[in-house]
């Protein structure tokens, strides 16, 4: 099993940053891959950025060159959001896929309001 708890959410007026921290626990050695993923009101969940196990980085065409994702050696994995829209408004998901069978554990959530 992984826990997993995110943090770092808030409102921001447009063109502000925020970051988010998802602090890991549990059987993490098991996971291949983390990934942030947002949902916004009336709409389907969607990857914002995902991290593997290596390293590698991908990020959704929406987000590149605005946020960046990054893990620390240990258990955390961030998002640093940057040049914030109001379009980036949505509960941000920490996720992470366990590499036998890519189950996913997800996060309780953090919302992020981009407003003026």
């Known amino acids: 099993q992984v826990q997993l708890v995110e943090s770092g959410g808030g409102l921001v007026q447009p063109g502000g940053s925020l970051k988010l921290s998802c602090v890991a626990s549990?059987?993490?050695?098991?996971?291949?891959?983390w990934g942030w993923y947002r949902q916004a009101p009336g709409k389907e969940r969607e990857l914002v950025a995902i991290?593997?196990?290596?390293?590698?980085t991908n990020y959704d065409d929406s987000v590149k060159g605005r946020f960046t994702i990054s893990r620390d050696a240990e258990n955390t994995v961030y998002l640093q959001m940057n040049s914030l829209k109001p379009e980036d408004t949505a509960v941000y998901y920490c996720?992470?896929?366990?590499?036998?069978?890519?189950?996913?554990?997800w996060g309780q959530g953090t919302q992020v309001t981009v407003s003026s």
């Open positions: 996720n992470a896929k366990r590499s036998v069978d890519m189950y996913n554990y």
């Open positions: 549990g059987n993490i050695f098991s996971i291949n891959a």
């Open positions: 991290i593997t196990s290596g390293g590698g």
